[in-house]
């Protein structure tokens, strides 16, 4: 299990260093058609001297770029859940997935959005993009973070068991002076399923436990074919 995470691992990176590329491109175009519109709309309505009209637009940029920034843990915080662990209550962390960070670059799509929060996401969508950037890239550390044998262990773990396993099932099963911090590494890994209604669980998706078995026959046909 501990090769089949490896190798996970560095084909979610390889996913997520699109991603980054993708969000640093388009973060690039938006930036540049916003301050194309900014500059013209200054330059013509409020400051005809070109050069400070440059000036005053990156200044706006730069404020919004900012703003969004420092809103940015906020906008995408780890989703903590209580679970009682060792006859206390403990916080469970768990990260974002990439679909959420996609979301939060691209701007929401609720249809009851006023005009007005519509127009303020459009303008602000420049600076999402480079800030879902700078998380994706953050991302990207912490998955080459990860410690290989406690996850592949409890990854191993939740398919044997193939359904739901609690929280204290796998605190009893796995060896480790920090649950919590290799829990928030497991989050990490696209098809890990969270289940919180009453008590906190875990689960492999169907994807995963497919990816899972699809690379032990290939192992099995290739050790086959090396005999």
């Known amino acids: 299990m501990r090769r089949w995470l490896t190798e996970r691992l560095h084909r979610q990176k390889q996913l997520i260093t699109g991603s980054l590329a993708g ?28 050069a400070l009209a440059a000036i005053v637009t990156l200044s706006v940029q730069a404020v919004i770029q900012s703003v969004t920034w420092l809103r940015l843990p906020g906008q995408l915080p780890d989703i903590e859940h209580e679970g009682e662990l060792d006859d206390s209550m403990t916080t469970i962390k768990v990260a974002p ?17 006023t005009w007005i929060e519509m127009l303020l996401g459009l303008l602000a969508l420049p600076q999402r993009l480079c800030s879902a950037a700078w998380f994706t890239w ?41 649950l919590t911090g290799v829990i928030r590494q497991v989050s990490l890994i696209d098809g890990v399923v969270f289940l919180t209604r009453k008590s906190i669980g875990l689960s492999l998706a169907n994807r995963l436990v497919e990816d ?15 005999a």
């Not at 080459?144 to 044998?149: D, P």
């Not at 290939?218 to 074919?225: D, F, M, N, V």
């Open 23 to 50: 969000m640093i491109v388009l973060g690039l175009v938006a930036t540049l058609l916003e301050f194309t519109v900014f500059y013209l709309i200054i330059k013509v309505g409020f400051i005809s001297n070109g």
């Open 97 to 113: 997935n990439m679909t959420a960070v996609w979301t939060y670059a691209l701007g929401s799509l609720e249809s009851d959005r």
């Open 138 to 178: 953050q991302r990207h550390q912490q998955l080459s973070a990860v410690v290989i044998e406690p996850c592949a262990a409890v990854i191993r773990l939740l398919h044997k068991e193939a359904e739901r396993v609690e929280l204290k099932v796998i605190a009893a099963e796995i060896k480790t002076d920090d």
């Open 212 to 226: 899972i078995e699809d690379w032990k026959k290939k192992k099995t046909a290739e050790k086959e074919q090396q």
